[in-house]
């Protein structure tokens, strides 16, 4: 099994930047398919953007131009880096991953993924 910590959440005024990791722990992290998805309040939880273990990629409509996923395998890590913030960037930021034993798809959907980081808070102020 899996475990994945989020890490680099905070506060941001709009335009500014943030940077999310996740550390994930297992010897397989580089055949997991991971993604990044978010909950803002009252809304329900969203994909941003979706990775294969061959780092094809996927975006949200929201986040296309503005962030970026991608994965060091060598670190068991996962990144979003968040550029041109918006207030309704604020939510709650899941990481989630798993094993795709083929490769080549980005998945989207939340059950779809096994594995869940316990989220990491993202507040944009205006």
């Known amino acids: 099994q899996a475990q994945l910590v989020e890490s680099g959440g905070g506060l941001v005024q709009a335009g500014g930047s943030l940077r999310l990791s996740c550390a994930a722990s297992?010897?397989?992290?580089?055949?997991?398919?991971m993604g990044w998805f978010r909950q803002a309040p009252g809304k329900e939880r969203e994909i941003v953007a979706a990775?294969?273990?061959?780092?094809?990629?996927h975006y949200a409509d929201s986040a296309k131009g503005r962030f970026t996923i991608s994965r060091d395998n060598a670190k068991n890590t996962v990144y979003l880096q968040m550029n041109s913030l918006k207030p309704e960037d604020t939510a709650v930021y899941y990481c989630?991953?798993?094993?795709?034993?083929?490769?080549?798809?980005?998945?989207?959907?939340?059950?779809?993924?096994?594995?869940w980081g316990q989220g990491t808070q993202v507040t944009v102020s205006s």
């Open positions: 989630a991953g798993r094993f795709d034993y083929l490769g080549g798809t980005t998945y989207v959907r939340e059950n779809e993924y096994n594995y």
């Open positions: 990775i294969t273990w061959s780092s094809s990629t």
């Open positions: 297992g010897r397989t992290f580089s055949r997991y398919a």
